[in-house]
């Protein structure tokens, strides 16, 4: 199994690594099987040589070479060790189980391991077009369907395929007319029962269905429930919940006595086939030398039949599963991936901030409609550069750029004097720090989301926090540092959670600050002590400034105005506000 692809053929070859394994593997499997198909030839000797007193050999050799006793001893010896067989093999097949299993969990480990390390590096174009829940499903379900598929199915049907072949080999030794008989007619008779079982399997994929839509209705309603009161919408949302669950119903409804319909005919065409095959072996024994021992024995051949012969036909049905689950976990596979750049050098190495250019860029995500074009920026080292206009004027768009976020074909950005061709989008981010105006946070502690796993004092924490205008804040969580914040930081305002991804910021102490509507939800007032107290932090620093208030652009340096995707004006604040100050507060 390649690392960036699931196939059949791939599981296989990967399987064929593990060949010691594998061939102890099957070497427990055959013995297995040998104890279990060797046990009815003791029918025979307990019904023809001890109660009909016909003799097969077995006895008097056992009387020769081990002990003589009467019947109760040979049936009571008989027992002890048939026993013992079925124990030994029910203790290789575990043993073979734990092989498999084994080899199946390192397997599925390696995909998910592969699956995770391309997730990391997927754009952030191809994330805004994923469902979460797709993506999960494919890393659990579909992963886990293929890790049934290595431990279960294959080695089911190594066990069925030695147990069929050694069946077959005693049948033709004990009555090789009725043996052919039973071999080409048995597999007739599991193929239609496990035909009809196929065709429960089909309501039941069609219940799992609706149990998914009705899943994915019920999330997204409580997930945004918030959302559908203020929209005052709960009706339509619930009533849709309703119908997808009335889906649900009907479809469980045709599984459920279909399914008991098909397993009460599939036992009936079992147990047709069964008379059948006992009618001929009586027959056999009333018109040949078939002995009545014998004859049972085949009955018992043909109860050991049973399951390897309906596992080797079902393993079809198996093997289109596992494909169909290739196939999805591919689909994460061809995800596009962030570009590998070869770094020769580090711009921001040894420099407390560093200037930007951007040269002639263009974007777009649909090759039609250009989001940005033609964008020439100066932002000289340490300087402040607000970035103002309407929206969808593209200001959100370029800031996700220049950290990296999106490709881009035409134009390129000099960090330094580096493009961004030779530099590595790891290194951009490490030193370019983007705050977002609706920011993230984890469902865990307060710390957690300020420190985001990398290890910080709490004397840094605090000053972070202090910056941040998040004193009282802390003071006011129950457990400090330790409390944890909810699902997307729900225990916090919105302008707090703003404050607490700024201290997330002056925490990692980067090169270039952007701040992206960043304080939006902040009164003018918190907005102003807290840039007052970010001014010292930021003084040697890049600052770009995406904000729509008028002070916050006041206090640039230089601006730059967009529209359509396009720079129509720059210059400093009193340069813009000298020109037209009407037209340039309508663009912020």
Same mark, same amino acid.
Request: charge should be neutral.
């Given at each position: 199994?390649?690392?960036?692809?699931?196939?059949?053929?791939?599981?296989?070859?990967?399987?064929?690594?593990?060949?010691? +394994?594998?061939?102890? &593997?099957?070497?427990?499997?055959?013995?297995?099987?040998?104890?279990?198909?060797?046990?009815?030839?003791?029918?025979?000797?307990?019904?023809?040589?001890?109660?009909?007193?016909?003799?097969?050999?077995?006895?008097?050799?056992?009387?020769?070479?081990?002990?003589?006793?009467?019947?109760?001893?040979?049936?009571?010896?008989?027992?002890?060790?048939? *026993?013992?067989?079925?124990?030994?093999?029910?203790?290789?097949?575990?043993?073979?189980?734990?092989?498999?299993?084994?080899?199946?969990?390192?397997?599925?480990?390696?995909?998910?391991?592969?699956?995770? @390390?391309?997730?990391?590096?997927?754009?952030?174009?191809?994330?805004?077009?994923?469902?979460?829940?797709?993506?999960?499903?494919?890393?659990?379900?579909?992963?886990?369907?293929?890790?049934?598929?290595?431990?279960?199915?294959?080695?089911?049907?190594?066990?069925?395929?030695?147990?069929?072949?050694?069946? /077959?080999?005693?049948?033709?030794?004990?009555?090789?007319?009725?043996?052919?008989?039973?071999?080409?007619?048995?597999?007739?008779?599991?193929?239609?029962?496990?035909?009809?079982? @196929?065709?429960?399997?089909?309501?039941?994929?069609?219940?799992? @269905?609706?149990?998914?839509?009705?899943?994915?209705?019920?999330?997204?309603?409580?997930?945004?429930?918030?959302?559908?009161?203020?929209?005052?919408?709960?009706?339509?949302?619930?009533?849709?919940?309703?119908?997808?669950?009335?889906?649900?119903?009907?479809?469980?409804?045709?599984?459920?006595?279909?399914?008991?319909?098909?397993?009460?005919?599939?036992?009936?065409?079992?147990?047709?086939?069964?008379?059948?095959?006992?009618?001929?072996?009586? *027959?056999?024994? /009333?018109?040949?030398?078939?002995?009545?021992?014998?004859? *049972?024995?085949?009955?018992?051949?043909?109860?050991?039949?049973?399951?390897?012969?309906?596992?080797?036909?079902?393993?079809?049905?198996?093997?289109?599963?596992?494909?169909?689950?290739?196939?999805?976990?591919?689909?994460?596979?061809?995800?596009?991936?962030?570009?590998?750049?070869?770094?020769?050098?580090?711009?921001?190495?040894?420099?407390?901030?560093?200037?930007?250019?951007? @040269?002639?860029?263009?974007?777009?995500?649909?090759?039609?409609?250009?989001?940005?074009?033609?964008?020439?920026?100066?932002?000289?080292?340490?300087?402040?550069?607000?970035?103002? &206009?309407?929206?969808?004027?593209?200001?959100? +768009?370029?800031?996700?750029?220049?950290?990296?976020?999106?490709?881009?074909?035409?134009?390129?950005?000099?960090?330094?004097?580096?493009?961004?061709?030779?530099?590595?989008?790891?290194?951009?981010?490490?030193?370019?720090?983007?705050?977002?105006?609706?920011?993230?946070?984890?469902?865990?502690?307060?710390?957690?989301?300020?420190?985001?796993?990398?290890?910080?004092?709490?004397?840094?924490?605090?000053?972070?926090?202090?910056? /941040?205008?998040?004193?009282?804040?802390?003071?006011?969580?129950?457990?400090?540092?330790?409390?944890?914040?909810?699902?997307?930081?729900?225990?916090?305002?919105?302008?707090?959670?703003?404050?607490?991804?700024?201290?997330?910021?002056? *925490?990692?102490?980067?090169?270039?600050?952007?701040?992206?509507?960043?304080?939006?939800?902040?009164?003018?007032?918190?907005?102003?002590?807290?840039?007052?107290?970010?001014?010292?932090?930021?003084?040697?620093? +890049?600052?770009?400034?995406?904000?729509?208030?008028?002070?916050?652009?006041?206090?640039?340096?230089?601006?730059?105005?967009?529209?359509?995707?396009?720079?129509?004006?720059?210059?400093?604040?009193?340069?813009?506000?000298?020109?037209?100050?009407?037209?340039?507060?309508?663009?912020?």
């Amino acid at each position: 199994m390649q690392q960036n692809s699931c196939s059949i053929k791939g599981i296989i070859k990967e399987l064929l690594q593990h060949k010691k +394994t594998l061939i102890l &593997g099957n070497i427990i499997a055959l013995l297995s099987t040998l104890l279990i198909v060797m046990i009815p030839l003791f029918i025979p000797i307990l019904v023809d040589e001890l109660l009909l007193n016909k003799p097969h050999g077995y006895i008097t050799w056992i009387e020769v070479n081990l002990w003589q006793s009467d019947i109760k001893g040979y049936v009571f010896a008989t027992l002890i060790v048939i *026993l013992l067989l079925r124990l030994f093999s029910v203790l290789l097949g575990i043993w073979q189980a734990k092989i498999f299993v084994t080899i199946s969990k390192e397997m599925t480990y390696k995909m998910r391991q592969a699956l995770l @390390r391309h997730l990391r590096h997927v754009s952030l174009k191809e994330y805004e077009m994923m469902r979460v829940g797709a993506v999960t499903s494919k890393l659990v379900t579909d992963v886990e369907t293929i890790d049934g598929f290595i431990s279960t199915t294959i080695s089911k049907l190594i066990i069925a395929s030695f147990t069929l072949i050694f069946s /077959a080999v005693v049948l033709l030794w004990i009555h090789w007319q009725l043996a052919l008989f039973i071999l080409i007619t048995n597999p007739l008779v599991v193929f239609f029962t496990a035909k009809l079982s @196929r065709n429960i399997g089909k309501l039941k994929k069609e219940e799992n @269905r609706a149990v998914g839509v009705f899943q994915d209705a019920l999330t997204e309603t409580l997930e945004l429930f918030h959302q559908i009161r203020a929209a005052n919408k709960e009706a339509y949302f619930f009533k849709k919940s309703e119908m997808k669950a009335k889906e649900l119903k009907e479809h469980a409804t045709a599984y459920g006595y279909r399914s008991d319909a098909a397993i009460k005919f599939s036992y009936l065409v079992f147990l047709g086939g069964y008379e059948i095959f006992r009618a001929v072996s009586i *027959l056999a024994v /009333a018109y040949s030398d078939l002995s009545v021992g014998l004859m *049972l024995a085949i009955f018992s051949y043909l109860w050991v039949m049973v399951a390897p012969t309906q596992d080797i036909i079902n393993f079809q049905y198996v093997l289109a599963t596992a494909n169909a689950a290739c196939e999805r976990i591919n689909s994460l596979f061809s995800l596009g991936q962030e570009r590998v750049i070869e770094e020769k050098a580090n711009p921001f190495e040894g420099c407390k901030t560093l200037g930007i250019e951007v @040269r002639n860029l263009s974007f777009s995500y649909q090759k039609e409609k250009p989001v940005l074009k033609n964008i020439n920026m100066q932002i000289p080292a340490g300087s402040k550069v607000a970035l103002v &206009g309407a929206s969808g004027s593209g200001k959100t +768009t370029l800031a996700n750029i220049l950290v990296g976020f999106y490709p881009f074909e035409e134009g390129e950005i000099i960090y330094g004097d580096i493009p961004h061709t030779g530099l590595k989008l790891s290194t951009i981010r490490e030193n370019i720090h983007l705050i977002l105006q609706h920011p993230k946070l984890f469902n865990d502690t307060m710390r957690f989301n300020l420190t985001l796993g990398k290890s910080y004092s709490d004397e840094e924490i605090k000053k972070a926090l202090h910056i /941040a205008q998040l004193d009282t804040v802390l003071a006011g969580l129950e457990n400090g540092l330790e409390t944890l914040v909810g699902k997307d930081g729900i225990k916090l305002s919105g302008g707090q959670r703003q404050r607490v991804a700024i201290a997330r910021m002056i *925490l990692s102490d980067p090169r270039v600050v952007i701040f992206d509507e960043s304080t939006s939800a902040l009164d003018v007032h918190t907005e102003e002590r807290l840039f007052s107290a970010l001014h010292e932090f930021l003084r040697e620093k +890049t600052v770009i400034t995406i904000a729509h208030r008028l002070s916050t652009i006041k206090s640039a340096g230089y601006i730059y105005v967009l529209e359509d995707g396009s720079v129509v004006d720059s210059g400093t604040p009193k340069e813009l506000l000298a020109k037209d100050e009407s037209y340039f507060s309508s663009m912020i």
